[in-house]
């Protein structure tokens, strides 16, 4: 790959709905989408997934953004890029920062396979079509909650996952149920509990959900593995899986059952694909994870759910989920309660270059 120029676009845009954690609120989306030109006028596309604040982890757009300029993209002119499966290596020389990583490294995945004329998802080894779509609902009351379930399951999302901690759990998960006995349901912690929580935790068993994300905190595989032997639902992390010998580990020491990938969270499309694979083959399920993302994110996010390990549901949403308009067309929906995998070359979704420039707030060149 002959590498041109590199070009961020940082964009501001409001959500909906704000979405709330027991972290905190997220009410507009600040996010970085990375183009990538070759020497033949042809780009690649990715999305930089970190947050304005470092809430859910230690990245932010800012500093994403002078990963990019002014470490990341500078090691890409030292050697010819030959497959997008390099980029990993170069970057080793730069610890974590996975979202930056990510970020560019998804754009020459994109790159590269529109250079070979093949679906991104082809090319990563996807065996299917279409995906199950699931949806995210993070709000503060159980009437809302219930509300947004309702709304959404009429637009035909095949499963839920609602946010929760300990001032909304057992009666909160109880009401639900109540009005929704058989619905596929997760329920996820953002580590807001801690071990003493333990029998609070076996209680929510009795709510048959599919699974529980990320009860503890992001270091605590160990805890997270005794935990597992007392609780009957499946624990999945997600804060805690950054790289693929996370992911080794807390498999081996039975720290979960089930894995939420994110390709920003692990740095890139090479070291997610690594993940599942070796879930894969252990038939330990994974299922892609959602972060709030704009539609290029949305895009890649879609090659990976088609791979044969995405076993669960994902919180792949439609771009209405969050956005009046997404930066891609066209847009990413829900059918059926499906998503439809593009069958052409690359990510299958060109940029709303119109949308594009409204909600640009910042533009940076890299030539090479
Ligand atoms: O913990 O999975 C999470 C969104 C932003 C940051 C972290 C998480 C989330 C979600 C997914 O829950 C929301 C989505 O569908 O994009
Ligand atoms: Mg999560």
New binding site residues.
Partial sequence: MKIASVQLYVIKMPLKSP?LTHLGTVSEREGIIVEVRDRDGVSGYGEGVAFSTPW?TEETVQTSMHMLADLLIPLLKKQPIEHPSQVAEQFKAIRRNNMAKAAIETALWDLYAKRKQQPLAKLLGATRSSIPSG??V?TDTTAKALAQIETYLQEGYQRI?V?IHPGQDIAFLKEIRRHYPDLPMMA?A?SAYTLKDKDRLKALDEFNLLLI??PLAYDDLIEHAELQREIKTPICL?ESIITFEDARKAVEFGSCKVI?LKIGRVGGLSEAKRIHDYCYERNVPVWC?????FGVSRAHNLALAALPGFSIPG?I?GSN?FWDEDIILPEVTVKNGMVYVPDEPGIGFSLNVKRLKEVMIAKKELVF
Avoid: C, L, P
């Avoid at 994870?289 to 993302?293: F, L, Q, S, T, Y």
């Fill in positions: 979405f859910y949806v995210v993070a996952k946010k996820d953002n994300e990320q997600d939420n994870g959602g972060m709030i993302e919180d949403s989920r």
